[in-house]
């Protein structure tokens, strides 16, 4: 077997793949290979001449603490029906772990399918999305609502960044990111929606239709009841499902994984409460560079490590490390290595895209 990355010249094999596997709408499917694919990467295993496998990494900007990095979200992991059970996916995920590692890009993530593929490799949930679900109703809504224009793209980046600047985590917003959104929206018969209330813009969304079911994601508005009021009454008699922003009551449902792949740079985005030094040794079977001893050396600005020879204070998984510093699901690992407690979480994620 070869793992090859496409040169863009397999769009049609590719395509055929990505619909026999996902079966997504055309329209959908048509927006992705002619917006998103002709930037991301596309990692194929070979069989002789025939494609036995994919992943597809998608690249955002993301903003981590006060520092931006590139990183790339995992979609479309697909092995053929009567080709998986091989071996294809752990050879194919080794494979664009360890290319990432070597781009020092400090993570990478996804929305899996089924978390059991992933936690092996040391995936960990780091975000849930809040889930709400309201019928649209009849009634009459102040303010005005309009789909997004290219005119008003500085004016809603100023909006959106007021809200999400209180993230630690969260995908970096410019003018190619609202264009993508608003393409997207419209690939599932929606659109990125600007809302006003006495000239200034009060809410933001993209939406989505299925069915008869209206999908609401990059949710923000400046205050939860007044945003949920103006979608319904936006969409009377629908069924609306609302994953956004703002919207804090609702079902708590896992959705976001991360990996560290360097963990060199993510650590440069690690704060600590007081200077701090300790030997902690960390095993990731998958990236060489990530397992050893190392010497962390932690401060307000940041923390930076090395590989020493010192007798370690403790031994953890990448995974583990990651659960302990994206504040997920990680008291356990705390209790264990207490030490850990002074450096600063990143437990604020903020993550919406879907591809």
Known sequence: MELVYDDKSHRDLIFQMYQDIFKDPEKFAEYYFDVIYPKNQVLMAWEGSRLKGMIHLNPYRMKISDKEFDAHY???VATRKEMRRQGIMRKMLHRVLNDM????EPFTYLIPADKAYYEPFDFVFVMDWTETKITGEEGEATGSLEPFREDDTQEVLRFLNRQIRSYDIYTVLNPDYLKQAAKEAKSQDGDLMVFR??????GVFAYGKENDTIYVRLGFGTEEKRFLEMISRTFPGSKIEIS??????GKKVPKIMFRITSLEALCRCLRSRKKIEF??????????????TFLFSASKDGTEIRP????AEGELSIGDFSKAVFGYGGEDVLERHPFLRELIPLDAVYITEEV
């Open 308 to 311: 020493s020879s010192k007798k």
């Open 101 to 104: 590692a070597e781009r020092n």
């Open 74 to 76: 995992i979609v479309a």
């Open 197 to 202: 209330e006495h000239g200034e813009i009060a």
């Open 279 to 292: 030997v902690l040794t960390v095993t990731d079977p998958v990236i060489g560079k990530n397992n050893g």
């Open 244 to 249: 956004a922003g703002c919207v804090k009551r």
